[in-house]
């Protein structure tokens, strides 16, 4: 967790550089923020919104992971729902800035012709060497790497401990007090399929992975309030419109692709 913590904070430091650089040496950006923005009537511009925002939803894969960490929090109640909805507000905001100053800053031809548009980026607004930004880079793929680590371990120890599959995934370690059982597992299984499946290839299949989830996850959140079940003291509770929604929403990420 401190390693991931880390890697993090080195993410946000490296492209809060490309922001304030991008507003810093281009101040008339702020009043061309809207151009961002296609127009209603732009419908070749919306299409490629749509139907790229499959693989533009995996920058956002994470935080629902954070629950499957709830019996290492000393008040989930509280801190479980802040945490989601701040850090996905923050994250949003940070990527919504960066692409901003990306696309008001530099000729989209010499974006769609390189192969490292955040590198080109930052050595165009800074005047330095884009060494700094690709490392970063590689931290922010490692930290993605390492947090899905710890969220498929986590979940395999609730299925052990629940009986759902052998007990020896929800065995924890007396010293770290961490499932390294299944930690080791899953390790293994991202390092095979790190090695053996193309970058892109693998994004994607992780993505619509995460999506079919969704859709599910909010239908059984749906069909539970129309049942009325009685919801436990103490926790967060989401009107019926936003499972709805949430179905609908990752349904249509879904599709977007076999629109092209």
């Known amino acids: 967790m401190t390693f991931a913590a880390i890697f993090t904070v080195l993410e946000i430091i490296g492209l809060m550089i490309i ?3 991008g507003f810093w040496t281009n101040p008339g ?9 296609p127009p209603l009537t732009d419908t070749v511009a919306l299409s490629a919104v749509f139907t790229t925002s499959l693989i533009a939803f995996f920058a956002f894969i994470g935080f629902d992971d ?3 960490l709830v019996e290492e929090t000393k008040t989930p109640q509280r801190d479980m729902p802040r945490a989601i909805i701040w850090t996905l507000l923050a994250a949003t905001l940070i990527y919504f800035l960066v692409v901003s100053v990306a696309v008001l800053t530099i000729p989209h031809a010499d974006l769609t012709e390189t192969g490292a548009p955040i590198s080109v980026l930052f050595e165009r607004l800074t ?7 690709s490392l970063i880079a590689i931290a922010a793929t ?3 790497i390492v947090i899905q680590i710890i969220m498929a371990s986590r979940v395999l120890y609730g299925l052990g401990n629940a009986g759902r599959i052998p007990t020896v995934f929800a ?3 007396s010293v770290t007090h961490t499932p390294l059982i299944s930690t080791l597992l899953v390790s ?12 892109d290839r693998l994004a994607e299949m992780t993505t619509q992975i995460i999506l079919i989830v969704f859709v599910l996850v909010n239908l059984s959140l749906a069909r539970i309030k ?6 436990p003291e103490g926790i967060f509770i989401a009107p019926i419109w936003v499972p709805v929604l949430g179905s609908l929403t990752c349904l249509g990420l879904l599709a977007g692709p076999l629109l092209i």
């Open 19 to 21: 922001v304030v650089a």
């Open 171 to 173: 065995r924890v370690n």
């Open 142 to 144: 490692l930290n993605g």
């Open 188 to 199: 293994v299984l991202v390092l095979l399929l790190a090695l053996f499946l193309p970058i």
């Open 66 to 68: 954070v629950v499957n």
């Open 127 to 133: 005047g330095l060497s884009p060494l700094a930004i």
């Open 29 to 37: 950006i702020i009043s061309r923020l809207p151009e961002v923005f």
């Open 226 to 231: 129309l049942r009325r079940d009685p919801a």
